[in-house]
């Protein structure tokens, strides 16, 4: 009801007169789907929702992007590990606030990241076998590591501005742990994929 209530106020079309309140608003909404539905014939003769839809979903990737990285960050995937934890729980063992942690948990089944049956969380198939520190193909590694590119990229306009590298990804590259980090992640894409390299080069089986 609240979405026709609104319709009047977007829609504010001429009523014939003596309708009741309850007519206007079926009335309003009536004139809004059908309103809905010539703008979406149009766009979709002229190909601007198909072009609009592709842009929003480039605009609006980091936000799945910033759940799964918070996830990895915060330790969620390993924790969850070979059982499944409610959010309370989780929250405790993580020192991280139940209610905020919930919301996130629930972003993530959202996602397909987690899988949730009553208030147990637990590891998705993909997570379970890429996320978590005991599946065959961990890559805990590489998601930090892009979770650090994250932070850098959103200093593209600045170092578009300037011309140079923004001093905090300076700072960021002189650390240690900066290209600890990045070796680990590259040793996950090794992994990865060095197997169907090897396969692919067909090296002979005796060959030093």
């Not at 002229?46 to 960050?73: D, F, K, P």
């Not at 405790?92 to 629930?106: E, F, V």
Request: hydrophobic share 40%; proline share 6%; glycine share 8%.
């Amino acid at each position: 009801m609240g979405e026709a209530q609104s319709a009047i106020e977007v829609f504010p079309t001429p009523s014939p007169p003596g309708l009741r309140p309850h007519e206007k608003i079926i009335e309003a909404a009536y004139v809004k789907d059908k309103m809905g539905e010539r703008m979406k014939q149009d766009d979709i003769k002229s190909g601007s929702l198909e072009h609009a839809e592709h842009l929003l979903g480039m605009l609006r990737g980091y936000r799945q992007a910033q759940v799964l990285m918070t996830c990895t960050e915060s330790g969620v995937f390993e924790a969850l590990a070979g059982h499944g934890r409610s959010a309370a729980v989780l929250a405790a063992a993580l020192a991280l606030d139940p209610d905020a942690l919930r919301r996130l948990l629930d972003a993530a089944v959202a996602l397909g990241l987690l899988e949730r049956a009553e208030d147990i969380y637990s590891n998705a198939p993909a997570t379970a076998v890429c996320l978590a520190s005991d599946g065959d193909n961990y890559l805990g590694h590489l998601f930090r590591r892009e979770s650090a590119f994250y932070e850098r990229w959103g200093r593209l306009p600045e170092a578009i501005r300037t011309g140079h590298r923004p001093e905090p990804n300076r700072a960021m590259e002189d650390t240690g742990d900066w290209v600890r980090n990045f070796e680990y992640a590259l040793y996950d894409l090794a992994r990865l994929y060095g197997p169907a390299v090897a396969e692919a080069l067909d090296l002979a089986s005796d060959r030093p």
